[in-house]
């Protein structure tokens, strides 16, 4: 019987709500197959943060270390600003076990409607693979003059070839096991940033050399999000940096139905360190405690770690259990369109198990 020792961090707000239903899910799942999922809670929060003025100890990586799987809802409070959550315990927990690449599957489910009108259920099926650790959001930069009228903020982002080039071949990879249109798409800017995204350009058109039988294409940001409302369905495994994949995964999340589905895994590809699983969408504290966040983006992040884990069947069982609810119609939300609880949608999914 195998072992795997699963650090969660429920987080905030509606974090703590569908972590809860994830894992009793996953305990169920687990009943009858030839591994266990050992989890150890952290409290580290923002209510953490109000007591003790950090949002994780200092000893906080070393103690997540020894995990095979780290499993978190969602940090962020009304009265804290994003960068102190962001930097604080995202980041940090990213940087530290070199988790460079963040995947987030955008699906079409029969059963959710879409914004895009004519689109059947999987017209859309794409994955951005989103750079993880550096780019846009590698925080480097300062104030001069702070809050004087002549204040200066300088924001840098960091580029490096080894950064780009790894994460843009974990993209064709992907691109390869999913063997579906065998494509890959490069998103970059590099008319308005001449030395980033150049670089950015470079290494694409060097790596893409290595995998002759996958197609590819290089669209801007711009071009890129007009284009996945106007035609999402030519996307296959899209490749973009920090910033901008947080942006389109956003849009792509809208266009298959809602946040509440978006699933999301922070990944070191070698798994020397613990990978973190958490879904796209926020703490959303405008919904705390009514009973109705959605449960499903953090139940189809679950399926995304033991696939990782090396529990593949059992992620895919996973997901079909998630897919029979939303097919069937009975048992949804208010995002999705219904008026069922939280514990409602947890308990239809696992009897579907």
Known sequence: MKDYN?????????????????????????????FNLNFTNFDWSSEYYFKNGIMMPKDGIRQLEEFDGIFLGAVGHPDIQDHVTLNGLLLPIRRAFDQYACVRPSVLYPGVETPIKGLKPYDVDFIVVRENT????????????????????????????????RVIRYAFELAIKRNKKNHVTS??????????????????????????????????????????????????????????????????AIITGSMGLASSGNIDPSKNKPSMFEPTHGSAPDIVGKEISNPMAQILTAGIMLTHLGEESTGIELENAVKKVIELGETLTPDLGGNSKTNEVTEAIISNL
């Not at 429920?10 to 030839?34: Q, T």
Request: charged share 25%; aromatic share 10%; net charge negative.
């Open 6 to 34: 699963i650090a969660v961090i429920p987080g905030d707000g509606i974090g703590i709500e569908v972590v809860d239903s994830a894992i009793k899910v996953l305990k169920h799942l687990c009943n009858n197959k030839d």
């Open 134 to 165: 550096e780019g846009e959001y590698a925080n480097v930069g300062g104030f001069q003059y702070e809050n004087f009228p002549d204040e200066v903020a300088i924001q840098s982002a960091v580029f490096t070839r080894k950064g780009c080039e």
């Open 187 to 252: 998103i970059t800017k590099s008319n308005a940033q001449g030395y980033s995204m150049t670089l950015w350009d470079r290494c694409f058109e060097d790596i893409k050399k290595e995998y002759p039988q996958i197609s590819t294409n290089s669209l801007l940001i711009d071009a890129a999000c007009m284009d996945f409302i106007r035609k999402p369905k030519d996307f296959d495994v899209v490749v973009a940096s920090n910033l901008f994949g947080d942006i389109l995964t956003d849009i792509g």
